[in-house]
């Protein structure tokens, strides 16, 4: 809980202090400094141990202290896998552009272990919040099918990044779970391609809910399932669905 809570406001102070906190020492205003020994979840039980960036940005540095040499930046965002800890730092390899993996150490407190992430099927009367209330000041739109990674949940609310800072969103919304979903979009399908230009595509097995893309004639999907005359196809990580009449198997 206090990795949490340190999570939670450091990322509130980043879009004013970047620079300064990227790299700084743990220690929070108005809390008490990061604890010597946090609560570690440590790998999952696939035996994946993984990390996010949670920050602005935060270095790779090639040991476990800030003066080494720094090896490249890390923005918001940034996946990696875990090795094992070091004090106050992670020791993690990091993809590269170059299909291999940079190792490094980055410091721990701004990094969220095996974290969950949630995409928005429908924003109908959706809105990103500044706190856990529906009363709280409005700090953002957002869009059908856009992606957040869970920091915490409080109450009825998720406490997920957003724009660099932090937001609240309400659980009662309809969400993928990103990670609920893996075992279907890793397990058989069918390769199809799209019959028309225009083609719509949704967020449900409906056109109920409007559209939230469309596909030109030819685009190649793979389709999981099929329901109430619609293909279940993989879409940004989760799922949406094209009618079965705009598909050509």
Same mark, same amino acid.
């Given at each position: 809980?206090?990795?949490?809570?340190?999570?939670?406001?450091?990322?509130?102070?980043?879009?004013?202090?970047?620079?300064?906190?990227?790299?700084?020492?743990?220690?929070?205003?108005?809390?008490?400094?990061?604890?010597?020994?946090?609560?570690?979840?440590?790998?999952?039980?696939?035996?994946?141990?993984? &990390?996010?960036?949670?920050?602005?940005?935060?270095?790779?540095?090639?040991?476990?202290?800030?003066?080494?040499?720094?090896?490249?930046?890390?923005?918001? &965002?940034?996946?990696?896998?875990?090795?094992?800890?070091?004090?106050?730092?992670?020791?993690?390899?990091?993809?590269?552009?170059?299909?291999?993996?940079?190792? &490094?150490?980055?410091?721990?407190?701004?990094?969220?272990?095996?974290?969950?992430?949630?995409?928005?099927?429908?924003?109908?009367?959706?809105?990103?919040?500044? &706190?856990?209330?529906?009363?709280?000041?409005?700090?953002?739109?957002?869009?059908?099918?856009?992606?957040?990674?869970?920091?915490?949940?409080?109450?009825?609310?998720?406490?997920?990044?957003?724009?660099?800072?932090?937001?609240?969103?309400?659980?009662?919304?309809?969400?993928?779970?990103?990670?609920?979903?893996?075992?279907?979009?890793?397990?058989?399908?069918?390769?199809?391609?799209?019959?028309?230009?225009k083609t719509k595509v949704y967020g449900y097995a409906s056109t109920d809910y409007g559209k939230i893309d469309q596909l030109s004639a030819g685009t190649p999907v793979q389709v999981y399932y099929t329901t109430n005359g619609f293909a279940a196809i993989g879409y940004k990580n989760v799922l949406a669905f094209i009618a079965m009449t705009d598909l050509i198997f």
């Open positions: 809980m206090k990795k949490l809570i340190a999570a939670v406001l450091m990322l509130c102070l980043l879009t004013l202090c970047a620079g300064a906190l990227a790299d700084a020492p743990a220690t929070y205003f108005g809390f008490e400094s990061y604890p010597t020994e946090p609560v570690i979840q440590g790998p999952d039980a696939n035996g994946n141990w993984t &990390g996010e960036v949670i920050a602005k940005q935060i270095t790779l540095f090639s040991q476990a202290k800030s003066s080494s040499t720094a090896l490249r930046k890390l923005p918001n &965002g940034t996946m990696f896998d875990i090795l094992d800890l070091k004090g106050d730092y992670a020791h993690v390899s990091v993809p590269n552009e170059y299909g291999g993996a940079d190792v &490094g150490y980055v410091i721990f407190a701004y990094v969220l272990e095996n974290p969950t992430h949630i995409v928005l099927r429908s924003n109908r009367n959706v809105y990103a919040l500044a &706190g856990p209330y529906a009363v709280n000041k409005r700090v953002g739109t957002i869009d059908n099918y856009q992606r957040f990674t869970v920091i915490a949940e409080t109450g009825n609310y998720y406490i997920v990044s957003f724009r660099d800072a932090v937001a609240f969103l309400p659980m009662s919304a309809d969400y993928w779970v990103e990670e609920a979903l893996q075992d279907t979009l890793q397990g058989p399908s069918t390769p199809a391609v799209v019959a028309y230009d």
